[in-house]
């Protein structure tokens, strides 16, 4: 059996595969610094899969776990010469959490372990220094009885405070020994109190609830919720690290402090970082005292008198310094580095990689190439993909104060502020008066589409990552947060309800499309900058990319915006939200509620000149490349005239009585609209229809091919089929309409048609389809909303619950589902039998997401299709897909 806890300096750490899902990061990190003959406080790792162990054992540590501890201790107590629980020479211990990726803060750390009434004495005569250990007793009590014990924090900063003040002193630093022991009683009656137990003094009892309170930290709240923002599986599970302790706070030549090995917001290559002198490491984050800088440059850059540590420890500093130099150039990344000096001596508590702004890990990649630690390959690697989306949209300023009053789906990034308003009408009224707005909708429909246009960003209460709300505002570039059930929204009396507060129409909220939060107010935004180095490591990315990246786009500024962002092509062309248009809705509802051929005729002819005009535009802007134009596919709900006003406007225009119109609503009511009469099922039933847009799309290519300006390459896409008779059918009608407009403009056009694959039906049966089709091209919107039979605009209200049960590790909507994977696998391996020649590409959301686009690649898809600002990430993830093969 491998052995599940390792000692840092132990050899077989060397055989692990992978270190990192084994002891974690930071103790891989610890093990590697020890090897490289670093100063490393002795110590040993328990592995991850003892927090697997430790779960399935109904929260228990194991006797012969319990044995092994106890070994490993042995070993420590024999390197430093100190003995745990000791009555003259004490050990004392650090018990700190490492998953396998840095969660910062988010687990737990206890300190000074080892203490008691009487150790305490011990280290005191041993450092003969009993402030020193009277401080640390007392950080220990607290430290463990607020996270083993679970009493509050705040009721011994209460106590410290009222010490503080009661003898008239502003810093814990000017507490002296008796202070200490003072509060170390109250700490203790405090615990007494609130636990309901008295704070423990044998000392093993200690560690083993200390090590389980880390493992019972992996599921704690905020754990969770930084898995769930970070795509952390929570199969992953916490390693433990325990070492002996190295004092900070020992008097004026010590100290403790956090480094990064170069700038983590602006990537500069200069070390920056914060220490304080005579302190544990939990007074440098908790904000209790003000940290100095570590150098010099930096201190008087921030305009401060306090001393930084080159300058009051020189020696030390230099020693920091060239063993920082080391550990980037080993681990060729920038580190963040945490140390202590213990009388003048310097010990690494920590080294990992450290987490920058999408900014600066673009700066610093494409840097260490320049500096030849790292080649472009693995410039390409290191960036996350995701991450791009901070530069590519405005992002929240976090410094500003933020208060989140309700959460939803984090659907298209970037953040916004604006008063609330309930209507599109309402949102166009004040974007003309220059006033920013934020859309709040139930859900939204085609008839919004203005209004999302005009508002600066979009919130619904229903919806997931691929409700109409997420798609359009994604092609938009618009901020979205869709499906927050935490929101209860009144139309009639203009305001929506949170848990805690309810907010009217006008009043000022800011959304985070990035992370889903709703908030309070109104919060500085900080603007997105695409520098040189980003276009620089773009550019590296596309030499190693194979598969072509395309966007999904039906208007001519997407259509741009998606070029400049480096599309290939378009993907997928929706052509019914073409017609989202005020002025073409109503046609589109004529067109819908005809009951003759000769009146659906009137209506399409109106659609026909705009249809033209917008191929025309876009054909022009994708010169030279592919451009998928997909006929016909309203889910025809989302079409229907709903209010009276819209009503009596269609009745006016196809001169019905209202009444008559109403019932041709009720007569085209369908129970479940995304299983109805939708896709290549309306052109079965009313061909006129696709024989217009084919018509539209001809004649735009015959145009411009006239006036000899160089088009788009078509590609002419059936939507939702199922059957071979389908596609044959509709096949057979494109080219018949390519002939005739031909031959009736004398040119020669080139085209291919397809078909998406879209229902589980068509995957299986891809070959018969295949006979028809020059291109497959993957709608995995539908796709997974099929396979599971879970409904793509319902799922949100109850996907939480499946990610918390750990049924889904991630919404099946926004990262591909194996299952559905299979689907497309099968479809490629029998469309490929068929046609060798067949053009594979992919056009549902799942192609801007990194981990679905590897999939894409590994399956042997041409190309991916995304929404316009994701193309930059799909082009990075693309590159990395086929550099990891
Ligand atoms: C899909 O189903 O994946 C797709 C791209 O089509 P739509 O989202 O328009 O249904
Ligand atoms: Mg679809």
């Known amino acids: 059996m491998k052995k599940l806890i390792l000692n840092f300096k132990s050899k077989d750490s060397k055989k692990i595969k992978n270190p990192k899902n084994f002891l974690g990061g930071k103790g891989a990190n610890l093990s590697e610094m020890g090897k490289m003959g670093l100063p490393v406080p002795p110590g040993f790792t328990i592995s991850t899969k003892v927090c697997e162990i430790f779960y399935k054992d109904k929260k228990r540590l194991s006797q012969n776990l319990i044995n092994q501890i106890k070994r490993e201790l042995q070993i420590i107590e024999k390197e430093v010469g100190k003995k745990f629980g000791d009555l003259k020479n004490p050990l004392l211990l650090s018990v700190r959490s490492g998953a396998r990726v840095s969660m910062p803060g988010m687990m737990d750390t206890i300190l000074n372990l080892g203490l008691n009434d009487k150790t305490v004495n011990a280290l005191a005569l041993k450092t003969s220094n009993g402030r020193f250990a009277k401080d640390s007793y007392r950080r220990f009590i607290q430290m463990y009885g607020n996270v083993v014990m679970g009493v509050e924090g705040y009721h011994f900063e209460e106590l410290i405070e009222n010490y503080k003040l009661t003898k008239g002193v502003l810093l814990d630093t000017d507490l002296d020994e008796s202070d200490w022991d003072g509060l170390i009683k109250d700490f203790k009656r405090t615990v007494k109190d609130k636990a309901k137990k008295d704070f423990p003094q044998n000392v093993y009892e200690q560690l083993l609830g200390a090590i389980s309170a880390v493992f019972l930290s992996w599921e704690s709240n905020r754990a969770k919720v930084y898995r769930k923002l970070n795509q952390i599986p929570a199969e992953w599970g916490t390693a433990v690290n325990v070492q002996s302790m190295v004092f900070g706070n020992m008097g004026e030549d010590c100290a403790t402090g956090v480094v990064f090995t170069r700038n983590p917001s602006n990537g500069l290559n200069e070390i920056y970082g914060e220490y ?163 859309l709040v909708r139930v859900e939204t429909s085609p008839e919004d589409i203005q209004g999302m246009h005009a508002a600066k960003g979009i919130l619904t209460a229903r919806g997931g990552m691929t409700s109409h709300a997420a798609v359009v505002a994604r092609g938009m570039g618009r901020p979205c947060v869709s499906g927050s059930s935490e929101i209860d929204i009144n139309y009639e009396n203009k305001s929506f309800k949170t848990s805690s507060m309810e907010i009217k129409e006008g009043e000022i909220i800011t959304i985070d499309g990035s992370t889903g939060r709703i908030i309070q107010g109104r919060v500085a935004t900080v603007k997105p900058e695409i520098s040189g180095d980003f276009s620089k490591l773009m550019m590296w990315a596309d030499n190693f990319r194979k598969l ?80 998928t134009v997909r006929l016909l596919d309203p889910p025809l709900h989302e079409f229907l005239p709903r209010t009276n006003k819209e009503i009596n406007e269609v009745a006016n225009v196809v001169n019905l009585p209202v009444k008559e119109i109403e019932i041709r609503i009720e007569e085209l009511h369908e129970q479940n609209p995304m299983l109805g009469h939708r896709g290549c099922r309306l052109g079965i039933s009313f061909p006129e229809i696709y024989e217009m847009q084919c018509r539209a799309i001809f004649e735009a290519l015959a145009e411009l091919q006239k006036k000899k300006i160089k088009s788009a390459f078509p590609e002419i896409m059936i939507p939702l089929v199922s059957t071979e008779a389908e596609i044959k059918i509709m096949k057979d009608l494109v080219i018949k309409v390519a002939s005739e407009v031909q031959k009736q403009h004398k040119v020669k056009i080139k085209f291919m048609v397809g078909t998406m694959i879209e229902l589980p039906r068509a995957a299986i049966k891809a070959k018969e389809i295949a006979k028809h089709a020059e291109f497959f091209s993957f709608g995995t919107n539908d796709l997974t909303q099929t396979t599971f039979g879970i409904s793509r605009d319902d799922s949100g209200k109850f996907l939480n619950d499946y990610i918390e049960n750990k049924i889904f590790s991630i919404d099946p909507f926004v990262s591909i589902d194996e299952g559905v994977a299979d689907l497309v696998e099968i479809a490629v391996e029998k469309g490929k039998i068929q046609n060798k020649k067949l053009k594979l590409g992919i056009c549902g959301e799942h192609g801007g997401d990194p981990k679905s686009i590897e999939f894409c690649s590994n399956a042997g898809l041409n190309y991916v299709s995304c929404s316009p600002y994701r193309v930059p990430i799909a082009r990075l993830a693309a590159a990395q897909a086929e550099l990891k093969k």
């Open 548 to 627: 072509n990246i395309r966007t999904n786009s039906e208007t001519p500024k997407d259509t741009k915006t998606a070029k400049d962002f480096g599309a290939e092509g378009i993907g997928l062309c929706r052509t019914e939200h073409m017609f989202f248009d005020e002025e073409r809705i109503l046609s589109v509802r004529e067109m819908i509620l005809s009951k003759t051929i000769e009146d659906r005729s009137i209506a399409l002819n109106k659609l026909l000149p705009h249809q033209k005009k917008d191929f025309i535009e876009i054909f022009k802007i994708m010169s030279r490349l592919p451009v």
């Open 276 to 438: 304080l002198i005579n302190a544990q490491g939990e007074d440098v984050v908790a904000g209790t005292r003000t940290p100095q800088y570590i150098t010099k440059k930096e201190r008087i850059k921030a305009k401060v008198k306090a001393l930084s540590m080159e300058e009051v420890m020189p020696t030390v500093y230099k020693q920091l310094h060239k063993i920082l130099k080391k550990l980037e150039k080993h681990y060729k990344d920038m580190q963040d580095v945490e140390f202590t000096v213990e009388n003048k001596k310097l010990w690494m508590l920590q080294t990992r990689s450290g987490k920058r702004t999408a900014k600066s890990a673009v700066k610093i990649a494409v840097d260490m190439v320049k500096e030849k630690l790292i080649s472009k390959k693995e410039a390409v690697l290191r960036i996350d993909p995701n991450s791009l989306d901070t530069l590519l949209h405005p992002t929240l300023d976090e410094k500003d104060s933020i208060n989140v009053i309700a959460n939803g789906l984090p659907a298209s990034p970037g953040a916004a502020s604006g008063k609330v308003v309930f209507s599109s009408e309402e949102a166009e009224r004040l974007t003309a008066i220059m006033q920013d707005t934020i």
